[in-house]
């Protein structure tokens, strides 16, 4: 716009109607209040409005588009730059026609003189403004302004974008373009019929965005799930407060777009990320999560959680293979899908341990439902490549969160854990519940385990010594040769027998070192000095000690220099450590012989019995258990194993020693059998290591 027209333009307030309607330019006159007070023909067509007469003028120019496409702000608004400054501003902006085209205008506002005002002095005086509206005079403006609104369009269908516009007290939300891309297929929808759209589970987000920025200018973003022709599409709305000259917020401006395919792809992987890819279950995760959720709102019922674990699983995979195993873990998953219902969520745990959540139970209820997901699961099963049924045990361990309990999901896992292993330690195959028992119990034994890694590491082990007697012609013959080391925990001014911390020591793994723990005190007390030449040392390895590589090697390590050859020492193993030898098992009862050890099987009668040990192993002696002596004296057939297991035992060059011997015609009747050696209170009980060496000498 040249400048010889602008004194044309500067006195439009004075000129008649009709000559200013005679303008090929737009002329629109505001008022001191801001409202617009004339506007000529060209001004209503440039602006694409019927009567701007009346109509605050902020608003008239807070409507059009700025030139990046959106809705003007302050800065781009000429009528409120001109109102601040007191100076002539001049801006472009965009008119959106009904064709959804956008024609450009130049705008120039400029302040008119009022009589006893110092504009320099007051910029904030009301003053009425004269607006000049034309189209660009630059050819090359206006076509830049036409390829940048080119490219904002381009730029908004890829993105899936969309402009709409809130105004306080209009009857619905408008979308300025891209409706088809908008939340509805009409351009405009009244207010209750855009908010009838949206999902019910996003409706409150949504509201509180709306409600907040209307109350307080800001901006902000939100998801929202809308309805659509083929069902829900999720969307992203980005929101911002419109204010007026008042600093009121007159209404929102924003965009949206289309992210259903993003937040699928993102639920697809939250599933994989949740999922077992085995069995298709929920996972651990899951699981917890599910947990999480459940005791957090506990007034939606009592919580229980059934933890199953599958019996021996190790040896289906080790008699069918791996493929085979796997299948069963499949079949096992697909019934305790079927046999769940809304209240319950199944899961797989672990390699072979699944879940059950349970909502809305009880005690009683929990109980029942985890017998019969027992029996459901106990079923023979029909495997590919397998021609009997499978036939496999489960024990389940069932915890329930009391709804005014505050348990963690590890916490309510860790109960049910116990309790499956309680399960598992009383034979398996059953149903555990855990209670206040089994919590003392659980409390007892972590108190015993806590003792036991004390002993271990501070060398408070207290070996007990209990005497071998070798039998002679009679009772004059009779002379103590050896003695067995059996292992002590001292606690509170007592000594702990083995039965209160062994079970404890296998479940944890410390019964490895135990067993050579106890090994090293008694050749420190026992094989170092010993009562006289030829004294034997016993003890006890455990069949998990055996499975450990180098034991033969730590054995060795704890003689040291101190290694004796002979017979002296003793190592007493069980009948289970034979019934699968492994080739480490072999290795290391090798070892200890080459040690000059003497192997043993202690407690014969009571495991497996099989005769084939006594062909298939190198052993030198055999000791009876207790339960057959204890009747020797009273029950004819017991005495009639006893002296067949001592014969057998002979025939093979082994060594009888009988335990458990604790009266004086029970001591007569293995020495007319011909028993080798003999051990038991009545010959002398467990003793310190001070008063073996007098009993000895």
């Not at 829900?232 to 009121?248: C, I, K, L, N, T």
């Amino acid at each position: 716009m040249t400048s010889s027209t602008t004194p044309r333009r500067q006195l439009a307030s004075t000129w008649p109607p009709d000559v200013i309607d005679l303008l090929t330019e737009g002329v629109v006159l505001h008022g001191a209040d801001g409202r617009v007070e004339r506007a000529n023909r060209a001004a209503h067509d440039l602006l694409s409005r019927d009567d701007l007469v009346g109509e605050q003028g902020l608003a008239v120019w807070s409507s059009l588009l700025g030139p990046t496409g959106r809705p003007v702000g302050e800065v781009e608004n000429p009528l409120r730059v001109a109102l601040v400054t007191g100076r002539p501003a001049q801006r472009v902006v965009g008119v959106r026609g009904v064709d959804g085209s956008v024609r450009w205008l130049t705008v120039r506002a400029v302040p008119l003189p009022q009589h006893g005002v110092d504009d320099a002095a007051d910029v904030l005086a009301p003053r009425a403004v004269v607006a000049v509206l034309t189209p660009p005079d630059d050819d090359a403006a206006l076509a830049a302004l036409r390829d940048r609104d080119h490219l904002l369009g381009v730029a908004q269908r890829m993105a899936r974008l969309s402009v709409w516009r809130y105004t306080v007290g209009a009857p619905g939300v408008e979308w300025l373009d891209g409706d088809d891309r908008g939340l509805g297929t009409d351009q405009q929808r009244t207010l209750q019929q855009y908010l009838d759209g949206i999902h019910p589970d996003d409706r409150a987000a949504h509201d509180e965005l709306f409600a907040r920025l209307l109350s307080e200018p800001g901006a902000d973003e939100v998801d929202v799930r809308y309805r659509w022709e083929g069902g829900w599409r999720h969307w992203h709305m980005w929101a911002e407060s419109v204010v007026g000259d008042d600093g009121q917020v007159t209404g929102l401006w924003g965009t949206t777009q289309e992210v259903t395919d993003r937040r699928e792809a993102e639920a697809a992987v939250r599933r994989l990320t949740m999922t077992d890819p085995l069995t298709g279950l929920a996972n651990r995760a899951q699981a917890e999560d599910r947990l999480a959720d459940l005791l957090a709102h506990t007034s939606t019922g009592t919580t229980g959680l059934l933890l199953v674990d599958v019996d021996r699983f190790h040896s289906v995979n080790s008699r069918y293979g791996h493929p085979v195993g796997d299948a069963l873990l499949v079949a096992v998953g697909r019934r305790l899908a079927h046999c769940t219902d809304s209240d319950c969520t199944p899961t797989r745990l672990g390699a072979d341990e699944f879940g059950l959540v349970l909502r809305r139970t009880d005690p009683v209820r929990a109980e029942r439902a985890a017998r019969d997901l027992h029996a459901r699961l106990s079923q023979p099963y029909d495997l590919p490549g397998v021609r009997e049924p499978v036939v496999v045990g489960f024990s389940v361990g069932v915890v329930v969160a009391p709804a005014s309990g505050r348990l963690t999901p590890s916490e309510l896992y860790h109960q049910a854990d116990l309790a499956a292993a309680a399960a598992k330690a009383s034979g398996g195959d059953d149903v555990v519940v855990f209670d206040g028992a089994l919590r003392a119990r659980t409390v007892t034994r972590l108190e015993m385990e806590d003792r036991l890694r004390l002993a271990l590491s501070d060398g408070s082990l207290q070996p007990l010594y209990q005497p071998l007697v070798s039998l002679g012609a009679d009772v004059t013959g009779d002379r103590v040769t050896g003695c067995e080391a059996l292992a002590r925990l001292s606690r509170d001014g007592r000594l702990v027998p083995p039965v209160e911390f062994i079970d404890v020591a296998e479940e944890t793994g410390l019964i490895v070192d135990l067993d050579v723990a106890v090994f090293a005190e008694a050749v420190r007390q026992v094989a170092t000095t010993p009562p006289h030449a030829g004294f034997g040392l016993a003890v006890n390895l455990s069949p998990r000690s055996l499975q450990v590589p180098g034991l033969a090697d730590r054995v060795r390590g704890v003689l040291g220099s101190r290694a004796r050859s002979g017979t002296a020492l003793r190592f007493e193993i069980t009948e289970s450590c034979l019934a699968e030898p492994t080739s480490t098992l072999v290795e290391n009862l090798r070892g200890l012989r080459e040690l000059g050890g003497r192997i043993g099987l202690d407690d014969f009668g009571t495991g497996y019995s099989a005769l084939s040990y006594l062909r298939r192993f190198d052993l030198d002696f055999m000791k009876i258990d207790r339960s057959f002596v204890a009747d020797v004296c009273t029950d004819r057939r017991a005495a009639s194993i006893v002296q067949a297991v001592i014969e057998l035992a002979h025939a093979h060059d082994l060594t009888v020693v009988a335990e458990g011997v604790e009266t004086a015609e029970q001591l007569e009747a293995l020495r007319r059998m011909r028993c080798d050696m003999v051990q038991g209170y009545h010959l002398g009980r467990p003793m310190p290591a001070a008063d073996l060496m007098r009993v000895a000498a």
